[in-house]
């Protein structure tokens, strides 16, 4: 089997993950995991999909009119060997982070844990009014890999003096 992965995004209205995936499902494509949301008022996710490599073409070919019709605009990658991945991957961490949302809070955390070594797995980011202010409150949930040489105790304290600065609380959970 090929891991693939699709990114699709287009303008948001019902049927377009029915569409994707009879797509995949008519050429023996198995829908192995997703993130999908309406962002604004486009549709945009993320799919990967499991299929045999003699049927990539066709699902390949039965994607271009839901590009054609202008109901998505896809992207098919082949995914990369994940055991070598996951050999490097020495521990997963869980990072939450909550704040009176600003610029740059993302960019600040990002830039830490590139500096320590960590990536990022995972990100899913929220901006909602806050319950009795009714200011703007930022809010994110973080699957982290941290490489062999990263530490924990002193990814929190960057982080924590990081969260000083931008006035959020970083929950890191190792």
Do not use: C
Not at 47 to 57: C, G, K, N, Y
Not at 155 to 168: F, P, R
């Amino acid at each position: 089997m090929t891991t693939l992965v699709l990114t699709v995004i287009g303008d948001d209205q019902s049927g377009l993950v029915e569409a994707l995936a009879g797509a995949v499902s008519r050429h023996g494509g198995n829908w192995d995991r997703s993130s999908m949301a309406r962002l604004g008022s486009k549709f945009a996710g993320i799919v990967e999909v499991s299929i045999v490599e003699d049927r990539i073409d066709a699902l390949q070919e039965e994607l271009h009119p839901l590009e054609a019709e202008g109901l998505l605009d896809i992207t098919v990658e082949r995914a990369g060997d994940l055991t070598a991945l996951a050999a490097d991957a020495a521990e997963r961490w869980e990072l939450h982070v909550i704040g009176q949302d600003r610029p740059g809070i993302v960019h600040e955390i990002a830039q830490a844990l590139a500096r320590a070594n960590v990536s990022i797995e995972e990100l899913n980011t929220a901006t909602k009014s806050a319950p009795m202010s009714g200011e703007a409150m930022f809010e994110a949930t973080a699957v982290l890999v941290a490489g062999p040489d990263a530490d924990a105790d002193s990814v929190a304290g960057e982080l924590e003096s990081i969260a000083n600065e931008l006035m959020v609380d970083v929950d890191l959970r190792a």
